[in-house]
């Protein structure tokens, strides 16, 4: 089993800092893209920030600039720096990850528990 494990969220002042991690573990391949998704109740699931492979990363408009990802490929982990955070940004943040889980099979979709940021005023 593959398993995705979320920390780092936590209650902030705006214009405060966070940084999320996640790392995946188990059986696998390869890991293609790794994501932060975010979800406020009531709303769908939002993509926050896309890293792949490749190096090459995307950011959603109200995140850009200040929110960064990265990842630590050996370790099999993301991580998302959030800067200047916003009352807007509380949500729960997800960490998502596409993986072959060989050379000859399709990949597969994974996502963590979630972890609570919440931003105060």
């Known amino acids: 089993q593959v398993r995705l494990v979320e920390s780092g969220g936590g209650l902030v002042q705006a214009g405060g800092s966070l940084r999320l991690s996640c790392a995946a573990s188990?059986?696998?391949?390869?890991?293609?893209?790794m994501s932060w998704y975010r979800q406020i109740p009531g709303n769908e699931r939002e993509l926050v920030a896309t890293?792949?492979?490749?190096?090459?990363?995307n950011y959603a408009d109200s995140v850009r600039g200040r929110f960064t990802i990265s990842r630590d490929y050996a370790k099999n982990a993301v991580f998302l720096h959030m800067n200047s955070l916003k009352p807007e940004d509380t949500a729960v943040y997800y960490c998502?990850?596409?993986?072959?889980?060989?050379?000859?099979?399709?990949?597969?979709?994974?996502w963590g528990q979630g972890t609570q940021v919440t931003v105060s005023s």
């Open positions: 998502n990850a596409d993986i072959l889980p060989s050379p000859f099979r399709n990949a597969n979709t994974y």
């Open positions: 188990g059986s696998f391949f390869r890991i293609n893209t």
């Open positions: 890293a792949t492979s490749g190096g090459s990363t």
